[in-house]
């Protein structure tokens, strides 16, 4: 059983950083594909920033240059720097990843339970 955990959300004021975690556990072979999407009170959820197991990462054009998606392979991890937040920014956050469990199966996609991003003064 596979399990994602995201971390870090909080209240910050605009301007102000936060640093979201994903956290991966169970029967994991491999991490293919990370994204990071969020959804706001009345809004689709939508894709942030994702990151390739080769490393390739991919931003929505709202957060280019503001947001910054990693990956520590070794603790199966991925995070996501949040810096110069924005009042449109506050969302509730939700990490979706592509794992497969063992070198011979198919691979298949997991939620969190997602983390409360709010920004306000």
């Known amino acids: 059983q596979v399990q994602l955990v995201e971390s870090g959300g909080g209240l910050v004021q605009p301007g102000g950083s936060l640093r979201l975690s994903c956290a991966a556990s169970?029967?994991?072979?491999?991490?293919?594909?990370v994204g990071w999407y969020r959804q706001a009170p009345g809004n689709q959820r939508e894709l942030v920033a994702s990151?390739?197991?080769?490393?390739?990462?991919n931003y929505a054009g709202s957060v280019k240059g503001r947001f910054t998606i990693s990956r520590d392979n070794a603790k199966n991890t991925v995070y996501l720097q949040m810096n110069s937040l924005k009042p449109e920014d506050t969302a509730v956050y939700y990490c979706?990843?592509?794992?497969?469990?063992?070198?011979?199966?198919?691979?298949?996609?997991?939620w969190g339970q997602g983390t409360q991003v709010t920004v306000s003064s």
């Open positions: 990151v390739l197991s080769g490393g390739s990462t």
């Open positions: 169970g029967s994991i072979f491999s991490i293919d594909y």
């Open positions: 979706n990843a592509d794992i497969r469990a063992t070198r011979y199966s198919g691979s298949s996609f997991y």
